[in-house]
Structures are given as structure tokens and as C-alpha cells.
């Protein structure tokens, strides 16, 4: 399905419930903020590239999502290396590295129907305060989770279509087709979650 990172699957990490998931996924963001050790931060990496592993989603499936991040990641240690120190980018690289593939994970093996039910059941007890309309954050979350791989394939797309006119593809050359899409979309999710409002206050 256009729009959606999971792949379908019969692997455990499939078959295990969203909430335990994203739970585990909260849980190793704060662990890892807390921890500085290059080794240990090794070992969790390793780990969440064993349970990448064990998830049986396909390398080339993988790829597809982190390519733009790695050449990010590249440049973003380079710098931490140049500004600070080489162990502190060493830390930061791995810090993040166990993160996003940690998240990409979750999100691999994870129906979006999944992770907006449990987000709702976790914001229910602010709804029935009064504090937040549940059905339209658990909609924006779904959505901006729907966006995320889109901006993948929209590149794509441009650089094939400036490849089909004889445009050589570049940073700058595609930012600026890439930055109108993205808003475009963005307004269309906008417009999604104000449709859903009105629709809510009519049947209320």
C-alpha cells in the first residue's frame, strides 16, 4: 500500500501487540539518552539488528527507507567529529543509528489501524477530561505516519521524471518540486483532520 511502511508478515515481531511494541520503543529512547558507553551502545545496535533480523523483512525493503537517512547520518557524524570529538559522534551515530532502525522496526511490523488504536486507549483518560479530541490526534498521527514514506517515493518520482527530460537530478534541482509536493500533502492532511472535526460535531 502506497502511504504505508508495514510489511506483512509471520515472524513474532508481527504477531506481537502495537502497545508492547511502542512501549519497548519508549523505553530504549530513554535508556539510550542515558547511557555513554561506546560498547554498550554497540551491543543495542547489534541487538535491534538481530530483531531487524528475526522480523524477516527483506534487506532491499530496508534500504529503500534509509538511504536518504544514511548519507544524513554520514554527514551529520562528520560534523559531530569535526566540532566535537570522533567518540562523540561515534556515540551520537550510534545512539540514533539504534533508534531509527529501532522505530523502522516497529513501523515494518506494525499496521497503522494498530498503532492509531493504541494511541487513542492511551489518550482516553485526557478525552474524557476535556483536554484533547482523541479521533483527531489518533487521525494526524496516522497520517503524518503515512506521509513519512511518501516523502521517499516523491523523490523518487521527481528524479525519474527530471531523468525523463534530460535533467541531470540534483539537491538543487529537486528541493524545490520536493518542498511543493511535501506542502501540498501536508495541506491535504490538514484539510483531513478538519473534515473529520466537522463530521464529529455533526453527528454529536
Known amino acids: 500500500m502506497r502511504g504505508s511502511l508495514y510489511s506483512p508478515g509471520q515472524s513474532w515481531l508481527h504477531r506481537l501487540k502495537a502497545g508492547r511494541k511502542l512501549l519497548a520503543l519508549a523505553m530504549l529512547g530513554v535508556v539510550l539518552m542515558m547511557v555513554h558507553s561506546l560498547p554498550v551502545l554497540a551491543a543495542v545496535l547489534f541487538g535491534v539488528i538481530w530483531l531487524?533480523?528475526?522480523?524477516?523483512?527483506?534487506?532491499?525493503?530496508?534500504?529503500?527507507?534509509?538511504?536518504?537517512?544514511f548519507w544524513f547520518m554520514l554527514f551529520l557524524g562528520l560534523y559531530s567529529a569535526w566540532v566535537q570529538s570522533p567518540e562523540a559522534a561515534a556515540e551520537m551515530l550510534l545512539r540514533?543509528?539504534?533508534?531509527?532502525?529501532?522505530?523502522?522496526?516497529?513501523?515494518?511490523?506494525?499496521?497503522?489501524?494498530?498503532?492509531m488504536e493504541v494511541m487513542e486507549s492511551v489518550l482516553e483518560p485526557f478525552s474524557r477530561l476535556g483536554w484533547v479530541d482523541v479521533s483527531q490526534?489518533?487521525?494526524?498521527?496516522?497520517?503524518t505516519l503515512r506521509l513519512i514514506p511518501e516523502l521517499s517515493l516523491q523523490w523518487d518520482e521527481i528524479r525519474e521524471a527530471q531523468m525523463a527530460r534530460?535533467?541531470?537530478?540534483?539537491?538543487?534541482?529537486?528541493?524545490?518540486?520536493?518542498?511543493?509536493?511535501?506542502?501540498?500533502?501536508?495541506?491535504?492532511?490538514?484539510e483531513a483532520i478538519d473534515a473529520r472535526a466537522v463530521n464529529s460535531s455533526a453527528v454529536k
Do not use: D
Open 137 to 143: 490526534v489518533s487521525l494526524a498521527f496516522g497520517l
Open 52 to 69: 531487524t533480523y528475526r522480523s524477516g523483512v527483506s534487506v532491499s525493503r530496508l534500504w529503500r527507507q534509509l538511504r536518504t537517512l
Open 166 to 190: 534530460g535533467i541531470k537530478p540534483g539537491v538543487l534541482t529537486m528541493l524545490f518540486p520536493m518542498l511543493v509536493r511535501t506542502l501540498r500533502r501536508a495541506q491535504e492532511i490538514s
Open 96 to 115: 540514533l543509528s539504534s533508534l531509527i532502525l529501532m522505530a523502522l522496526l516497529v513501523s515494518l511490523t506494525t499496521p497503522i489501524t494498530q498503532m
